[in-house]
């Protein structure tokens, strides 16, 4: 069935550190893929998506590239502002509805 | 333009009671849908509607119930309520099920039962 797997957290950075975070995916198809970010007491909200193979969604310096040959979509910033603290999920489009991963807190302290 | 509202924020209720979430969205979306957020599991999907007088189970469906009567609202009903239940409830709605587009989610609402 589909699943999207992503790294467990929660992951403590400083400010203007590098961040990765891990997500793979199992699906029958092309899924479009998402990262969406929860910050604190909110919904959710996209982030940045990416609907075929190579693309590469990007929004408020996060970037994210759909890898076909891994089932990947990492996410990634090179430097992370303590207003990035949030819990990220990454999700695939399949049917009519949104498989998320587990979701990985964010912390960032200046 | 106030996007996907639900109302209560937050609500307590006790083991055998029954509530309705609300659920409201001004975007003319024709697809709802209902997750419950559990601390480390993700978000999991309850029920969807891709229209009008269509409703559908998703993964976790048992013990809760909705309907739509109207593209802007998509209720949840719980009948009988559960410890179980305790969770954060999402709506969301996008522009059409393929999902390519956006989906839109409203700010939760926190049930607890005792």
């Known amino acids: 069935g589909n699943s999207v797997t992503q790294m467990e957290g929660p992951v403590t950075l400083s400010e203007e550190a590098f961040l990765t975070i891990n997500c793979t995916y199992t699906?029958?198809?092309?899924?479009?893929l998402f990262w969406y970010v929860q910050y604190p007491g909110e919904g959710l909200q996209l982030l940045l998506k990416?609907?075929?193979?190579?693309d590469k969604g990007s929004n408020k310096g996060f970037e994210a590239t759909y890898r076909k040959e891994t089932t990947s979509f990492h996410l990634e910033k090179g430097s992370v502002q303590v207003s990035d603290s949030a819990v990220y999920f990454c999700?695939?489009?399949?049917?009519?509805?949104?498989?998320f991963g587990k979701g990985t807190t964010l912390s960032v302290s200046s | 333009n106030a996007g996907v509202t639900q109302t209560p924020k937050f609500r307590i209720l006790k083991i055998g009671q029954s509530m309705t979430l609300q659920c409201t969205q001004d975007?003319?979306?024709?697809?709802m849908y209902w997750y419950r957020q559990d601390p480390g599991m993700g978000l999991k999907l309850i029920y969807y509607?891709?229209?009008?007088?269509?409703?559908d189970k998703g993964e976790v469906p048992n013990g809760y119930n909705v309907s739509r009567s109207t593209t802007e609202d998509f209720p949840l009903r719980l009948e009988l309520a559960a410890p179980s239940q305790t969770s954060v409830y999402f709506c969301?709605?996008?522009?059409?099920?393929?999902?390519?587009?956006?989906?839109?989610f409203g700010q939760g609402t926190r049930l607890t039962v005792v």
């Open positions: 969301a709605s996008s522009a059409r099920g393929k999902l390519d587009t956006e989906a839109f």
């Open positions: 699906a029958t198809g092309y899924p479009s």
């Open positions: 990416a609907t075929k193979a190579d």
């Open positions: 999700a695939l489009a399949a049917g009519t509805a949104l498989i």
């Open positions: 975007m003319n979306h024709n697809y």
């Open positions: 509607s891709v229209g009008a007088g269509i409703t």
